[in-house]
């Protein structure tokens, strides 16, 4: 299993019953996430993640990671046709990435765009579109609050009279957890491990299949980066 804790959160499952509501959300259209943080001078030149003989995948491995991830999540972890990276990536004096942005196909026409960074602003957002609803979250990665995580949900907008408003109004879902969703992860491992070791289960395959489509869209992006930002196909 990955670290990516947020798929642990009881917020995830909520905001997947919206998303999957075809009467609510409709059909998937299009899906925009960032994950974005400003390093300090200390982690810019120190850190792991920006040093090319340890983690040469930078920004890219590490908060791109988090919002392919969200992508996927969003379509069912179908992964899409083709990647292409958006041009002019920030690089370290190594070559290592410390923000860049990618375009991702369906072959049905749905769409996304990623944007992850070492040198904005903290941002973790997420924004799905479909035919008839949308959902926004703003907070993905980690919480606001350890105790509650809301998320947006609207559906049938549409412009008020001389389209000086938008009806309806967003609304908010609160989602409350005992446990921070870190700890809900290291439970879900535990469990996973017990029920091998315990009760001589086979181990789940869903955490390394999704895991290794999300590296695939990460390395589908650096290829795409280091072949001039062409158009990559992502096989599987």
């Known amino acids: 299993m990955d670290a990516t804790m947020w798929m642990h959160h009881p917020r995830t499952a909520k905001m997947k019953e919206f998303l999957s509501d075809s009467h609510r959300f409709g059909h998937l259209k299009s899906v925009h996430s960032t994950f974005a943080y400003l390093g300090d001078t200390e982690f810019l030149k120190n850190d792991i993640r920006v040093k090319a003989d340890l983690d040469a995948l930078g920004a890219l491995g590490d908060a791109g990671w988090y919002s392919i991830r969200a992508i996927l999540w969003i379509t069912d972890y179908e992964l899409p046709k083709t990647v292409t990276a958006l041009r002019d990536p920030e690089l370290n004096e190594a070559g290592v990435i410390l923000s860049c942005g990618a375009s991702l196909s369906w072959k049905d026409g749905r769409i996304a765009t990623f944007y992850c960074s070492f040198l904005t602003n903290m941002a973790m957002d997420i924004v799905a579109s479909g035919s008839k609803g949308n959902l926004r979250v703003h907070d993905f990665v980690i919480p606001f609050q350890e105790n509650v995580a809301p998320f947006y949900t609207v559906e049938d907008s ?33 469990n996973l491990v017990g029920s091998i070791k315990g009760k001589g289960s086979k181990p789940d395959k869903k955490w390394p299949t999704i895991s290794r489509k999300t590296q695939l869209v990460v390395d589908a992006v650096k290829a795409s980066i280091e072949k001039g930002f062409e158009t990559v196909e992502v096989i599987y």
């Open 158 to 190: 549409r412009f008020g009279e001389l389209a000086t408003a938008i009806h309806p109004v967003p609304s908010e879902q609160q989602v409350g957890t005992d446990l921070p969703q870190e700890a809900l992860m290291v439970k879900e491992f535990s």
